[in-house]
């Protein structure tokens, strides 16, 4: 079998990853006859454990784009380091003109997050977060930074090893054992 593989293993595949459809555009080529129209679609998949990807497909009709930004956002999946259910660190992620600012918060605080941001966030399977989008309201760019925001961070173990501290030191304070315990 050629590209597909095994079609039942590939379904099963799609079953276990969250995929969101966060935007779909309808675009035009110029060409010498006039305009020829196409889609645009831009989707987000995750595991809800700490991998997303994105993708953006183009296509005559919506559904092969949906196919293809779906294809592409598998392929284009990472790995974000997490603390608990939050980030380790804040961080900023910039893309073009926009701007995503993301701070860890709390357990119990949820995603602070609208959009296209929030499908991202939720699809990598954090869940407490605060977000602030600045800058371009594009959503492919905003969906963009947020992804790069996440993929920029640094793990908090690999973090403590390069400063020569404890890990306890580079986590945020509500990780830290209170009194001997955990919280």
């Excluded at 645009?40 to 990807?53: A, E, F, L």
């Excluded at 497909?57 to 997490?82: C, E, H, T, W, Y």
């Excluded at 969906?143 to 400063?163: C, H, N, S, Y």
């Amino acid at each position: 079998m050629a590209r597909n593989d095994n079609p039942r293993l590939r379904e099963d595949d799609r079953d276990e990853l969250d995929e969101r459809v966060v935007d779909i555009n309808r675009v035009a080529k110029v060409i010498k006859g006039g305009r020829r129209f196409g889609f645009r679609t831009v989707m987000v998949v995750g595991d809800n454990r700490g991998s997303v990807g994105i993708g953006v497909g183009r296509a005559q009709n919506v559904p092969d784009a949906l196919r293809k930004s779906s294809d592409r956002a598998r392929k284009n999946m990472r790995k974000i380091p997490m603390v608990g259910t939050t980030v380790p660190h804040e961080h900023i992620g910039i893309v073009s003109g926009a701007r995503v600012f993301l701070k860890p918060a709390s357990p119990g605080t949820g995603v602070i997050a609208g959009g296209g941001v929030r499908a991202v966030i939720e699809c990598a399977g954090i869940k407490d977060i605060l977000t602030k989008s600045q800058g371009s309201a594009n959503v492919l760019n905003v969906v963009q930074a947020t992804f790069a925001g996440l993929t920029e961070m640094i793990d908090p173990e690999q973090e403590a090893k390069r400063r020569g501290k404890s890990i306890e030191d580079v986590q945020p304070f509500w990780t830290k054992s209170r009194n001997g315990q955990d919280t």
